[in-house]
């Protein structure tokens, strides 16, 4: 059911007495707050606490799509329960039914979850059907592999200089941010021998997962050929500044079918970290593996989708975001079809879905020390 001017069912569900029709009442609902200390309707801030994160709430305003275009697109597709339930999902692919690949990971292996800050979007603009009411913080986080081998940071979340490099995007890209620790003082703070990482293997080379590099110079970035093709783009302006005087480690994919992926490399050669191929979202973007001793899997999903609901919901992004941010449609939509149907067999972990690193510890002191 679409809203319409006056429409009383667009009241504000928290009772807050202000309608979706009434913008000088519900401008915390609608506009973006540009106000440094907002007094924000708890309607959007219910989700995920920010303490300790600094705000920084000045950014953005999506400029040239104007707050008109933006409310009236999103309002009509918008419903109480947060979701156009009369749009359509993608088909449900039958579930995975064969084995899943061996892995033998080693008995000390662990994963730890550095969250580096958040940036605000609403649901309407990361999912089709998304309430544009509903408030979602993406998350800009990096995952520490440790294997006795060698550790791999999976990303590398916000940087030191993320101010400067959100002011070199193009203005409807910028938004209100909130930072945390770096992944370099989450290291340092830890105690964590730097010298221990074999390098930061990029799900794709896009600001937002590779502004952190600028705290670890000279660790190794691991990129694959399409992807170095592909930052060389204009899009890969901040990853070009952030990248400069570390060594590019470029690794390849053998045409090993793993998981219905027709590109994969095994990184440590026991099954344990497979990157595979996935280039939808960029051209050379790449969805991370990770089997741990437990025999709990994780597939680290970067971009393909950027919240959880792509997966459970069989929702894609919005048409206009998908044409402004994805390389190839069709093929994002196959990989994203391969992904559902592995949901249930692993924990499936789109980058910028906070929730879906519940459960991966962060890293403490007692867990930096532990050697291999
Ligand atoms: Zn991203």
């Not at 050929?225 to 592909?230: L, P, V």
């Not at 095994?266 to 001793?293: K, M, N, Q």
Request: hydrophobic fraction near 35%; include cysteine; charged fraction near 25%.
């Amino acid at each position: 059911m679409g809203w319409r001017p006056g429409d009383r069912a667009a009241r504000c569900k928290r009772g807050h007495g202000h309608h979706a029709d009434d913008l000088s009442n519900d401008s915390a609902h609608i506009i973006p707050q540009r106000s440094a200390a907002p007094s924000r309707c708890a309607e959007w801030d219910d989700d995920r606490p920010l303490d300790g994160l600094r705000r920084h709430d000045r950014h953005l305003q999506p400029d040239h799509l104007t707050q008109d275009s933006l409310m009236t697109e999103s309002l009509a597709s918008d419903d109480p329960a947060s979701y156009d339930l009369s749009m359509s999902p993608l088909p449900e692919p039958p579930t995975w039914n064969q084995p899943l690949p061996e892995a033998r990971p080693p008995a000390e292996m662990t994963i730890h979850h550095l969250p580096t800050g958040t940036y605000d979007t609403r649901a309407a603009l990361a999912v089709k059907g998304g309430s544009f009411r509903d408030k979602r913080h993406f998350a800009a986080s990096a995952v520490l592999v440790r294997h006795p081998k060698g550790d791999l940071l999976i990303d590398a979340g916000f940087g030191a200089g993320v101010a400067a490099h959100i002011a070199m995007l193009p203005r409807f890209m910028r938004a209100p941010y909130a930072v945390g620790r770096t992944v370099r003082e989450q290291l340092d703070d830890s105690g964590y021998d730097r010298s221990r990482l074999l390098g930061v293997l990029l799900t794709h080379s896009h600001w937002d997962h590779t502004s952190g590099l600028d705290g670890l110079p000279g660790t190794p970035i691991w990129m694959n050929r399409d992807e170095r093709q592909y930052a060389a783009a204009p899009d890969g302006k901040v990853f070009r500044q952030v990248s400069r005087g570390h060594p590019i480690h470029e690794y390849g994919f053998t045409d090993e079918l793993y998981l219905g992926f027709g590109s994969s490399h095994d990184v440590y050669g026991d099954g344990a970290v497979v990157v595979v191929l996935a280039g939808g979202h960029t051209t050379g973007s790449v969805i991370v593996f990770v089997t741990l001793p437990s025999g709990l899997r994780y597939a680290f999903i970067g971009d393909l989708t950027w919240q959880i609901d792509g997966i459970r919901r069989r929702v894609e992004r919005p048409w206009l975001l998908s044409r402004l941010a994805d390389s190839d449609r069709g093929r994002l939509r196959q990989d994203l079809l391969r992904m559902i149907a592995l949901d249930g067999l692993m924990r499936i972990v789109p980058a910028h879905d906070l929730g879906s690193y519940d459960g991966i510890p962060l890293l403490t002191p007692e867990a930096a020390a532990r050697s291999h």
